[in-house]
C-alpha cells in the first residue's frame, strides 16, 4: 500500500483546511485509516481514525468538534476537513493505513499545516 497526502499549507487562525490522503498499490481489506500529527520537539499523536467497515469515526479530544474525518471507499480516499484552526494545529500531519486482517501497517510521507497570522 501507498499513501500520497496532499492539502497542507499556510492558514490564519480561525481558518479551515481539508487534507487527503489516496491510497494505492494493493486489494483493500477490512481496515482503519486515520491522520495523526507531529509538532517540531513533541511526539507523533493521534488525530482522528475511520474503519472501513462502517462505526463511527474517533477523534482527539484536542480536534472534537473542529475537525471531521471522512472516507470515500470507491477511490480508497480519506479526508480530514479542518475548520477553525488554531495556532496549535501546526505540525505535520501524517496519514496511516493500519490493517485489521494481516501485519500490515503503512504511514505517508506527511503533510505541513501551518496555522499562523
Known amino acids: 500500500v501507498q499513501l500520497v497526502e496532499s492539502g497542507g499549507g499556510l492558514v490564519q487562525p480561525g481558518g479551515s483546511l481539508r487534507l487527503s490522503c489516496a491510497a494505492s498499490?494493493?486489494?483493500?481489506?477490512?481496515?482503519?485509516m486515520g491522520w495523526f500529527r507531529q509538532a517540531p520537539g513533541t511526539g507523533r499523536e493521534l488525530v482522528a481514525t475511520i474503519k472501513s467497515y462502517g462505526g463511527p469515526p474517533t477523534y482527539a479530544d484536542s480536534v472534537k468538534g473542529r475537525f471531521t474525518i471522512s472516507r470515500d471507499n470507491s477511490k480508497n480516499t480519506i479526508y480530514l476537513q479542518m475548520d477553525r484552526l488554531k495556532p496549535e494545529d501546526t505540525a505535520t500531519y501524517y496519514c496511516?493505513?493500519?490493517?485489521?486482517?494481516?501485519?500490515?501497517?503503512?504511514w505517508g510521507q506527511g503533510a505541513l499545516v501551518t496555522v499562523s497570522s
Open positions: 498499490g494493493t486489494s483493500f481489506d477490512f481496515n482503519v
Open positions: 496511516n493505513y493500519k490493517s485489521q486482517q494481516r501485519p500490515l501497517d503503512v
